[in-house]
C-alpha cells in the first residue's frame, strides 16, 4: 500500500518526508481523520449492556421493573435493545447477578458483549 503527500505547499513536503520512503507517507487531508477516537465495532449506542453472569441464569428481574420492556429473551441470555431502551437505569439493580452495565462501565473482560447485545438485534 502506497500513499501520497497531497498538501498546498510542495516546499513542506521535501522537509517535512526528506529521507521517509514513499510508502510511509501520509495524505495532510487524511491526517485528522486519523486522529480521530475509534469506536467499538459496532455503531449505534448501547444505553446498557447485558454481561456474562446473566447466561444460563435469566433471572427475569431486569425485563419486570423495565418501564418501556426493552429488555429480550434471546438464547442463553437476555438483550436490551438499544434504540427502546430509554437509559433509566431501572434494570441494574434489580439485576440478582450483577450483570447489567452502562456501555461505557462494562468490564474489560466483557468487551464482546457490547457487540453481541448489538448484533442480536441487528444493528
Known sequence: MSFSVNCSK???HTQI???LDAHFRLSCRAAPALAMPRRAVHT???PHVITSPCIGVKDQACT????VECIYEGGEQFFIHP???IDCGACVPACPVSAIFPEED???GEQDFIVKNSAHFGL
Not at 419486570?64 to 418501564?67: A, F, G, R, T
Open 17 to 19: 518526508f526528506a529521507g
Open 44 to 46: 449505534v449506542p448501547m
Open 64 to 67: 419486570e421493573v423495565c418501564p
Open 10 to 12: 510542495p516546499e513542506l
Open 83 to 85: 434504540d427502546e431502551c
Open 106 to 108: 462494562v468490564p474489560d
